[in-house]
Structure formats: structure tokens, C-alpha cells
């Protein structure tokens, strides 16, 4: 069978898992969350699953991310243990964070997911941090930060550019350009339409992709990744997506054009995009497909049971953890 | 039945007021009115908690929404300050207050006294602080003393609707730069609040409830809370004194000696973590200034000394309780016999 | 047997008032009382005061207990005389069941609003009989002053009260504030609520604007009554209005404020929180001292009105408090036949409630 993708058949239905289980993940969530027994923010990642996978099929342990308050996404393309996920956004003891962190900061490091984030930008820096690290430690490791097009106007993102740029960083700074931050038009809050000129300004490349378009993600970071690895220095990759849902649940979304969503919906899903693609090629199948969409809902299906039966954290936890020794 | 008020609307109402009353005053922050440049409705936001709703239409130009580019616009905000305008930002929670503190602690905090008396700041920065929103680590945290700290800043932090709506106005016309801070859990409880506009002058504690047995000091949504504990206590036969701070800085100590010198006990509520904190603070003018009024060690009814815990089960016990604030009440009669 | 039985019940001071609580007694059970004496103190969330008997008679039971809290109209103590069994008061304790507080009493609107001229004015109005009793507070007051009087007098017949410009909740903002403000205002709402004559009751300041009236208007006044008024003689403490002019703090205002009062300690923190959220207004401070200006340069009264009242029409009564702080219990002696009560300063209506009520209400009903 002749494939004319720039990743096996493995290859491609891995991807196709992934996307999948942020999907299935996120839209439970969605409909949890509703029921009024998920506390605090919680963003959702779905429409927006290209991006993360695309790039992170490029990536192994040793390679890290710093993520963003939209972060479920990564985790899971990263690798983290969607139970464990799923558990800590229910504030529960087996959580990936002893539930301690919540859905804004989940994190494993043994996976190389440095955490989301509830503060904007804040992960630019830290992704220096870890680019600085491989260059010192010797090893072929990669910095992915990733930020919306809100958080680009951050300062710690602009002088994270310079400092990476000037020390060869391998590091690269991924913008998930969806349009909007919170209600804020990105035409109105970003004084450029190019930050591959912005990234042009740091003297280092930037590329825009169709961040819908799964293959254009995955090409795109395959060259600023493999770049990177071989000393070549950061760069940055602008993926235009979409949101699905609204900024956080509860969100009206009143900004958004009428009829908005459900055209991205009809139009613009990654996911379709994705399969129409595979399934034309004839590459896979549409019942193998079928078998991953329902493992994928059997895991997220276990993923809720069990965080819903799951312990709180005891008592004692309250105040463990804040040092390492006492 | 009296006009009542939710410190939210106050808050909108003392904003309303104040861009009615002097153009100079402008309002600034991320989605304070929302929806801007977007294809959908304008004023689609009205702030993260909708508390600016409205106010595009009655004063266009008097609003301004911002980049998510805190260290800029607050700057900006404080350098306009010294230029004619009075600009209220708003940084939806205090926990981002890292991102530019600098502005802050080194440029409107200093000006005035750096700059041998010629500057005048009036800058207010808004932002929500506070526990029990099941927020986590980087959205609930009170921060209150890191400003405090800090000579030059007012700090404001209420309890309640009406002193919400007259420190506002306040702070908008003082001449200072003021960090205020409104607690989220508080933004749905009202009061009475006047249609009219009025001012509550700094540096003036207010006395939520009257007693003789011992003083409770404390502030923002532990005032709430040590009122409930105070009304569990009174079935005791406790009579316990609530001074609400309202301001942290300045600091109305003397309320603070003088129901010291009348009850002889005291306890520091605050849901701040421990260390340096307004409690501390409180606790060791007492000892310096009314230490003799005292019949008992001094006790502090704070956060722990760690970070906001996500889990509802952690976040809990996190917050300084009506029961455990109770408690250390108790704990202070208990020092009477011994 | 129980019409021989009268109850002593929680009072209700004021629309909003739905509880109190029994700071003290003040009598003993199996003593004789008469009407007016103080036989509890009660507190509520924005006063303190002695309850002043309204019945007379023996107190054979105290069911309120002291420190405990009731809603209005609860049981506090029964009056009985000796001819009574312990059985029958002990049956009648158990059976007793609050008055029920008429809805409409609930759903009356505390605040009611008139535009005048001058502005926003706000009002207070208990319907009934008669010629309507209006009540006019004093320098820097409001109808709440009234707090103590206006439903005893509602009782009797129709009772109005109103907040004079600049004050309460009446518009701040009032050009060269006046005398004549205010009498514009008071006749301004008499026109506008309908009421032709009406007996003016004025406290301090308020008795200044009631006799101006009486004067210039005697067509509209069925009696005068002046309480600790102004304008019958030149002095006035200039401390005091310095003090409460000026106060913007608790600590500011509350030694200011203890000058109204013989006994100082009904000055309580909500009574001075409510006067400095008057105070806080803005506009307040500017017009009184614009108004203390006209009224009371350098401290003295600047009106007398003491000679063209002797000469009005309608009948003129006075009371005042005999250890009156700010305008001296001498100046009752301009109107003939005052009455000085003992125990009370300038706020005597508040602190003789009872007293005053009965001899108001024997002068406005005659
Ligand atoms: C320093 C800081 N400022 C503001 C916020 C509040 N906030 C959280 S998400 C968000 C919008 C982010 O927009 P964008 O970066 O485009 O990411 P998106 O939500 O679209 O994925 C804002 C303003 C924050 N968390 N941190
Ligand atoms: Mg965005």
C-alpha cells in the first residue's frame, strides 16, 4: 500500500490516538464539568489537538515542555497518564499531582511536561532553562514552550526570544494562535500580523502553519525540532487553530461571530481533517479507527470512574511538600 | 426596603461615579470590557468576574482593554499617573502581580519619595485575591503583606459592599498609588450601599461588632467569617470584639490598642500565609505598644505556611475556618485560669 | 381573665428593625410601675436604649431573659395586678402568641422620594386621622431621629417625617443653603403629599424652620411644637458643631456626638457608623458648613424668632432636655408653659421617648 505520509502507519494511528483521546478527554470534561462536580478553571484543548500532537510525535522523554492554562492537551500528547489527569482535575489523592495542582498545573516531569500554568508567559522562560540544561549536560534534548496568541505579549515570552536566540538555546516557541485571548480579538492585541517577523526581529526562523492541518504541524516542527537537536538554535512555530469551546467553562463566548463555532466545527476540525486525509489515502481503515475511538472512550470512560472513586488527599497533606527537607 | 448592593456592583457603581465625575480617571485592564476587535458583541466580558459590565456605553473612552501585557500596562498606568491621568488597572488576580511587580514596588512606590516630594501617583491597581474558588496555587493567594511591605503603597482590602464602594472612590481620588484588593468570595455578598457617592478616608479600622472579652483583628473575607465565629462564641458566654482593618496600610493601630487595652486578649485572624504577615504585624505592635493590657499570649488564626491546595478536601482546611477562628478565640480565654 | 393581664413586648424602633436584644433589666419582678418609667435596656443592630414603659402596673414576670435576643412583638414580661394567680400569668405566658405583624407592615417602602425643587427629597409616612403631625430634625439630622416617636404618634393619627435638603437621604448638592430652604422644602412637601395644615413638631434646628413656618404661613400650622429648638436665643455650642462638622473618623465623631446626649452611652458604634456614612456623602461637608454659616456664624444664633411667636395664632408648646448640651434648657423660657424634662440633653426626644410622645400627642390630639 503506497503511503504518502511522512509517518508510518503506526505512525499514524498513534497520532490518530492521541488527538482522539485529547478529544474524548476534553469533550467529557466539557459535560462534567456542567454537573457542577469539577471545581475551578478548566480550559479546554479540543480543536486545538493537531497542534500538540503534531509537534509532540517529534518528541521523547528527555525532551521537555512548559505548557500553558490551556494544558491538557500537551499532557496528553506528552505522554502523562490520562488517569492520573483525570484524577487531579477531581482534586483527588491519585492525581498526577496529589491533587495539590489541579487542572492549571498538572504536570510530570519523568515525562518531560514541565506543567501547565496559570501564569502567561511564565513558561518561555523556564523553557530556556531547559534548553540551557541540555546544552551543559550534553544531550540532544529540546525546549518546547507553547503560548497563546494572548500570552505572546507577554514580556518574559519577548525576552525569553532574545536570551535563547543569544545562547543558541535549543528551544522552540510554539504560539497556538486561536484567535482570541479570553474575548480579545489577537487583531486587535497583537501588533503584527507575522510573528514569523517578530521572530525575524530575534534573528531566529519562524514558520506559520496551518495548525488544523496535522501534517503541516508535524513537518513544520519536524524541521525546527531536528534544527534544534543538531545545534542550529530556537525557533518559533505559529499554529493557527481554533477553540472549540469557550475560553474556560462557563464562557458565553458573546464575542464570537454568530454561527461561529459550529462553522469550526463543520470546517475546521483537526481531527476530520486528519482522518479524511488517512481514510482517502487509504492508509487505514475506518473500523480501525473505530476500535481506537472506542478503546479511547473506554480509557476516558475508566479514567472518570475512577478519579470520581478515588480518595481525597488526607489531612496531612496540607502542608507536605513544601520543601524537599524540613 | 433600603437599596442593597453586591461588592461586585459596588464596585462598578464607585467606577461608574468616578469616570462620571473626572475624565481623567481611566479604567484599564484584560477584558474589563471584552470583545474587543472580536466579530461578536462588545462589553462581551465586563472583567474575568463581569464586574466593569456596562460601563463602555456610558463612558466610551474611559475603557480600555489591554494586551495580556501586565508589566507594560500597569506601567503604563502608573506613568500616566504622574502625567495628569488617574488610571484604575485591574489585574484579574493578585497572583499576577509578579509579571510586574517591578513597576510597582520600585517605580510608583518609590517616585514620591525618590524624587524628593514633587511626584504624585494616583494609580490604583484592582485585583481579586483570596482562597475558595478552588483556583489553586496561582489564583487564590492573599499576597496582602508583600505590599505592605513595601513604604509608598496604600493597601486596601475590604470586607464588605459599602466600604468597598467608599475606599474605591478613595482610592481613585488619593493621590498615592493604592493596590486594592477585592476577595472573589466576598463579590457576591451585599450590603446597604448608597446611590450617592462617598469616600471612606484611610487609616480608619471599622468595628464589625462590639465586645469586652477579647479582640479579634483581621480583614477581607475573615471579617465574614469571624462575625459567624463570634456569634457561635456569644452562646458561650464569649463577648468577642471584630476590628476590620479595611486598610493595611496605613494601619489604624490605635483601634486596635485601645480594644486591646479594654478586652486584654487578643486574636490575629488572616487568611495570609503566617510568616510576616498582617497578623504578625499586628501581634508584634500589641507586644510593643499595649503588651501590659495583655492577660494572655496573643493568637493567630492564619493560612499554613504553604502554598493554596487545589483539592476541595485541602483547600479547606487551607482557609482559616469560623470554627478554627472559634478555636484560637478560646484558646485565649483559656490563657485566663492558667 | 387576661384583659386584666398586659404584656410588656419587644419594640419596634423603626421599619427595619425584626429583633432585639435584652441587654438588662432594669426592674424587679413585683415591682410598681408606671408609665414612662425604663424597664429594660435594648439593643438592636442600630441602637441602644432604655424601653420605656408605656402600661402601668405591677411586674409580676420577667419571661425575657438579659442577653438573649426576640423578635419584635416577642413576650418580654407581664404586667398583672396581685389580685392575679401565679396560675393565670403562668397560662398566659404559655399561650401567648405574638401579635402578628400585619403584612403591609413589611411591605411599606422605608424609603419614599418627592421631587421638589430643590431636589430629591425623602420622606417617611405612617397614614391615619387627622391633621398630620410632621416631624422636623435638626442640624446635620434625619427622620431616624424620629425613630422613637413616629409610630407612638402614628397611633393617634397621620405622622409624616421628612429628611430636610442636605440631609439623610435628601439631595446634598443645594446652593447657599438657607433657612429658606428649608422651610421650602417642608411647605414643598405639605403641598405636594396634600397637607393643607399640619402640626409641625421640630427638633434644634428643625424647631427653627417649624416656628419660621408658623410664622410666615400660619395658614398651614395647627400647632407648634419646639423641641430643644433653635431660634430662641443666641447661644449655641460651638464646640459641638465644630466637632461634628469637621469629624470624618469614628474617633472624631463620637465625642462630638456624646454632647447630644445626657447619658453618653447610648451613643453606640451604629449610631456613629450611620452618621458618618451621612457624613462620608459627597457634597455633605460642604453644605454644612455653608448651612452652620448662614445659621450659626461665629457660634451664635443668627435668627431669633423667639418675639413673632409670641404673637402667632396657633398654639406653641416647648420641650427640652434640662442637661441640654448644645442649645441651653434657658432658652425654653421664650415660649410659655415649656416643658423641661430631667435626665435628657438635646436629643430628648430619643432619651425621654415616652414622655415627649404623651405630650405631644395631648397637645395634637386636643
Ligand atoms: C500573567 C497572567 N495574566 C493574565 C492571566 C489570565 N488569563 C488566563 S488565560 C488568558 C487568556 C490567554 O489567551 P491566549 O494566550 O491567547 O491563550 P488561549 O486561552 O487562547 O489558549 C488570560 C488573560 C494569567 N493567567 N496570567
Ligand atoms: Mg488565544
Known amino acids: 500500500m503506497n503511503n504518502p505520509f511522512p509517518l508510518s502507519r503506526e505512525g499514524l494511528l498513534t497520532a490518530y490516538r492521541r488527538m482522539r483521546t485529547i478529544r474524548e478527554f476534553e469533550e467529557r470534561l466539557h459535560v462534567e464539568f456542567a454537573t457542577g462536580d469539577i471545581a475551578g478553571f478548566v480550559h479546554l484543548y479540543a480543536g486545538e489537538e493537531a497542534a500538540g500532537v503534531g509537534i509532540m510525535m517529534h518528541l521523547e522523554d528527555h525532551d521537555r515542555i512548559a505548557s500553558t492554562h490551556r494544558g491538557h492537551g500537551h499532557c496528553i500528547a506528552k505522554g502523562v497518564d490520562v488517569k492520573a489527569m483525570m484524577a487531579e482535575i477531581y482534586g483527588k489523592a491519585t492525581g498526577a499531582c496529589a491533587g495539590k495542582g489541579g487542572s492549571m498545573h498538572i504536570a510530570d516531569l519523568s515525562r518531560g511536561m514541565m506543567g501547565a500554568n496559570g501564569i502567561l508567559g511564565a513558561g518561555a522562560p523556564l523553557i530556556c532553562g531547559a534548553g540551557l540544561a541540555a546544552q551543559k549536560l550534553g544531550h540532544d534534548g529540546v525546549g518546547i514552550t507553547f503560548f497563546g496568541d494572548g500570552a505572546s505579549n507577554q514580556g518574559t515570552v519577548l525576552e ?40 525575524a526581529g530575534f534573528g531566529m526562523p519562524g514558520i506559520t502553519v496551518d495548525g488544523t492541518d496535522f501534517f503541516a504541524v508535524y513537518e513544520a516542527a519536524g524541521e525546527v525540532i531536528r534544527r534544534a537537536r543538531e545545534g542550529g538554535g530556537p525557533s518559533l512555530l505559529e499554529c493557527k ?24 466545527r463543520q470546517h475546521r476540525d483537526c481531527l476530520k481533517i486528519f ?9 487505514v481503515e475506518t473500523g480501525e479507527l473505530a476500535v481506537i475511538d472506542s478503546e479511547v472512550a473506554d480509557l476516558i470512560e475508566d479514567a472518570l470512574e475512577g478519579a470520581k472513586a478515588a480518595p481525597l488527599p488526607s489531612a496531612a497533606e496540607l502542608t507536605t511538600d513544601v520543601y524537599v527537607t524540613y | 426596603m433600603a437599596r442593597t448592593l453586591s461588592m461586585k456592583d459596588a464596585i462598578n457603581e464607585a467606577l461608574d461615579q468616578e469616570m462620571g465625575r473626572d475624565p481623567t480617571v481611566v479604567v484599564l485592564g484584560e477584558d474589563i470590557v471584552g470583545g474587543t476587535g472580536s466579530p461578536g458583541e462588545d462589553d462581551a466580558w465586563g472583567g474575568a468576574m463581569g464586574v466593569t459590565k456596562g460601563l463602555i456605553h456610558k463612558h466610551p473612552g474611559q475603557l480600555i482593554d489591554t494586551p495580556l501585557s501586565e508589566s507594560a500596562y500597569i506601567g503604563a498606568a502608573i506613568g500616566a499617573a504622574t502625567c495628569g491621568l488617574r488610571p484604575v488597572a485591574e489585574l484579574m488576580f493578585v497572583d499576577f502581580m509578579g509579571v510586574c511587580l517591578d513597576q510597582i514596588f520600585n517605580q510608583a512606590a518609590k517616585f514620591r519619595y525618590m524624587f524628593g516630594g514633587k511626584a504624585e501617583t494616583p494609580v490604583v491597581i484592582r485585583a481579586t485575591c483570596g482562597a475558595g474558588f478552588r483556583a489553586a496555587a496561582q489564583h487564590s493567594q492573599m499576597l496582602t503583606p508583600i505590599f505592605t511591605h513595601i513604604p509608598g503603597l496604600k493597601v486596601v482590602c475590604p470586607s464588605n459592599a459599602y466600604d468597598t464602594k467608599g475606599l474605591l472612590i478613595q482610592s481613585i481620588r488619593d493621590n498615592d498609588p493604592v493596590i486594592f484588593l477585592e476577595h472573589k468570595n ?57 476590628i476590620d482593618l479595611r486598610t493595611l496600610s496605613p494601619i489604624d493601630l490605635d483601634t486596635v490598642f485601645e480594644s486591646v487595652e479594654m478586652t486584654g486578649r487578643l486574636v490575629c485572624v488572616d487568611e495570609a500565609n503566617p510568616r510576616c504577615s498582617i497578623a504578625s504585624d499586628v501581634a508584634a505592635a500589641v507586644a510593643q505598644e499595649a503588651f501590659g493590657s495583655l492577660k494572655g499570649p496573643v493568637a493567630m488564626v492564619t493560612a499554613p505556611h504553604a502554598p493554596v491546595p487545589f483539592s476541595s478536601a485541602l483547600e479547606d482546611l487551607y482557609i482559616p475556618s469560623p470554627e478554627r477562628i472559634a478555636d484560637g478565640v478560646r484558646q485565649t480565654m483559656g490563657e485566663r485560669s492558667s | 381573665m387576661s384583659g386584666r393581664i398586659v404584656p410588656i413586648l419587644m419594640p419596634k424602633w423603626g421599619l427595619s428593625m425584626k429583633q432585639g436584644t435584652l441587654s438588662s433589666w432594669l426592674v424587679e419582678e413585683g415591682s410598681e410601675i408606671s408609665p414612662g418609667d425604663e424597664i429594660m435596656d435594648v439593643e438592636t443592630d442600630k441602637i441602644a436604649n432604655a424601653l420605656e414603659a408605656t402600661d402601668g402596673g405591677l411586674l409580676r414576670k420577667r419571661v425575657g431573659m438579659a442577653g438573649e435576643t426576640y423578635p419584635v412583638r416577642a413576650l418580654l414580661g407581664v404586667l398583672a395586678p396581685p389580685s392575679v394567680p401565679d396560675s393565670e400569668i403562668d397560662a398566659y405566658v404559655a399561650s401567648f402568641t405574638a401579635p402578628v405583624v400585619e403584612e403591609a407592615d413589611d411591605e411599606e417602602p422605608v424609603r419614599l422620594f418627592l421631587d421638589l425643587p430643590v431636589g430629591r427629597i425623602r420622606y417617611a409616612e405612617r397614614p391615619g386621622d387627622g391633621i398630620p403631625v410632621l416631624l422636623v430634625h435638626g442640624f446635620g439630622g434625619d427622620l431616624d431621629n424620629w425613630l422613637f416617636n413616629i409610630d407612638a404618634l402614628a397611633e393617634a393619627g397621620s405622622v409624616v417625617a421628612l429628611d430636610l435638603p442636605g440631609h439623610g437621604q435628601s439631595v446634598k448638592s443645594v446652593a447657599a443653603p438657607s433657612l429658606t430652604t428649608m422651610t421650602d422644602a417642608v411647605i414643598g412637601l405639605m403641598d405636594s403629599l396634600g397637607v393643607a395644615r399640619a402640626h409641625l413638631v421640630g427638633h434644634s434646628m428643625g424647631g427653627l424652620v417649624a416656628g419660621r413656618i408658623g410664622i410666615d404661613r400660619p395658614d398651614r400650622v395647627a400647632s407648634i411644637t419646639l423641641i430643644a429648638a433653635a431660634g430662641l436665643g443666641e447661644e449655641i455650642n460651638g464646640a459641638y458643631l465644630d466637632g461634628f462638622v469637621s469629624a470624618s473618623s469614628r474617633r472624631d465623631l463620637k465625642p462630638a456626638l456624646a454632647h447630644l446626649f445626657a447619658d453618653q452611652g447610648l451613643v453606640n458604634r451604629s449610631m456613629v457608623e450611620d452618621v458618618l456614612k451621612y457624613k462620608r456623602l459627597d457634597g455633605v461637608g460642604a453644605f454644612l458648613e455653608a448651612l452652620r454659616g448662614t445659621l450659626f456664624p461665629g457660634d451664635r444664633q443668627a435668627t431669633d424668632i423667639a418675639d413673632d411667636l409670641a404673637g402667632i395664632g396657633c398654639p406653641c408648646h416647648a420641650i427640652w432636655g434640662a442637661e441640654d448640651a448644645i442649645i441651653p434648657a434657658a432658652h425654653a423660657g421664650a415660649v410659655e408653659g415649656a416643658t423641661v424634662i430631667d435626665g435628657a440633653g438635646h436629643m430628648v426626644q430619643m432619651e425621654k421617648a415616652a414622655e415627649v410622645n404623651r405630650l405631644i400627642l395631648s397637645w395634637t390630639s386636643s
Do not use: C
Open chain 2, 186 to 242: 466576598l463579590y457576591d455578598r451585599e450590603t446597604d450601599v448608597p446611590e450617592e457617592s462617598y469616600a471612606i478616608p484611610f487609616g480608619e479600622a471599622s468595628i464589625a461588632r462590639e465586645g469586652t472579652d477579647v479582640t479579634i483583628v483581621t480583614y477581607g473575607m475573615m471579617v465574614p467569617y469571624s462575625l459567624e465565629a463570634s456569634e457561635t462564641l456569644k452562646r458561650e458566654g464569649i463577648d468577642v470584639e471584630v
Open chain 1, 275 to 283: 482522518t479524511g486525509k488517512i481514510l482517502e489515502a487509504g492508509v
Open chain 1, 160 to 199: 525569553s526570544m532574545n536570551l535563547a536566540a543569544i545562547w543558541n538555546l535549543p528551544v522552540i516557541f510554539v504560539v497556538e494562535n486561536n484567535g482570541y485571548a479570553e474575548s480579545t480579538s489577537v487583531d486587535y492585541a497583537v501588533a503584527s500580523d507575522s510573528y514569523v517577523d517578530r521572530a
Open chain 1, 241 to 264: 487553530m481554533i477553540r472549540f469551546y469557550g475560553h474556560f467553562e462557563g464562557d458565553a463566548q458573546t464575542y464570537r461571530a454568530p454561527g461561529e463555532n459550529e462553522a469550526n
